[in-house]
């Protein structure tokens, strides 16, 4: 019996330092990264109130995977750019209707490259046989119509 009661307060222990690693882990994470993601968010959405509740929201998702083991230091940066790429790719989605009939099926294609499927401007070149120069202004007219 007394092993037992041993055990359960041991598990209680390791779970009790899973959780203060846990909480530290993304602490010093929020700390290092949050600038840097909260100013990706406010490029691509144009509103700062909308902005901070991406953040916050793209936070607390990777919060739940570092208590998950699936974010660690190593690989931590990595993650949150590609949960923030999710996180604005959704927004600019699900704020698509405000998208005007005058974005060109260029531009379209540039932005669904890029966000949803995380290509980089070279790779867009390549895929759609322009210039670098044509590849970010498509880009930039498909963003600035989103935006406004």
Do not use: W
Not at 40 to 64: D, H, P, W, Y
Not at 78 to 89: G, P, V
Not at 143 to 148: A, E, I, M, P, T
């Amino acid at each position: 019996m007394f092993r037992l009661a041993n055990n359960d307060n041991s598990t209680s222990e390791t779970q009790m330092q899973a959780e203060t690693d846990c909480n530290r882990t993304f602490e010093v994470m929020y700390a290092k990264y949050s600038p840097v993601i909260y100013g990706m968010v406010c490029k691509a959405v144009n509103s700062e109130i909308r902005a901070a509740s991406l953040l916050q929201e793209i936070f607390t998702v990777a919060f739940g995977k570092i208590c998950d083991g699936e974010i660690n230091v190593s690989n931590c940066f990595t993650c949150l750019l590609a949960l923030t790429r999710k996180h604005i790719s959704e927004f600019l989605k699900s704020n698509q209707a405000t998208v005007k009939a005058t974005v060109s099926e260029e531009s379209k294609n540039c932005m669904e490259l890029i966000l949803v499927k995380g290509y980089s401007l070279k790779d867009i070149e390549n895929k759609l046989n322009l210039s670098r120069s044509e590849a970010r202004l498509a880009l930039r007219k498909a963003l600035n119509k989103v935006k406004h």
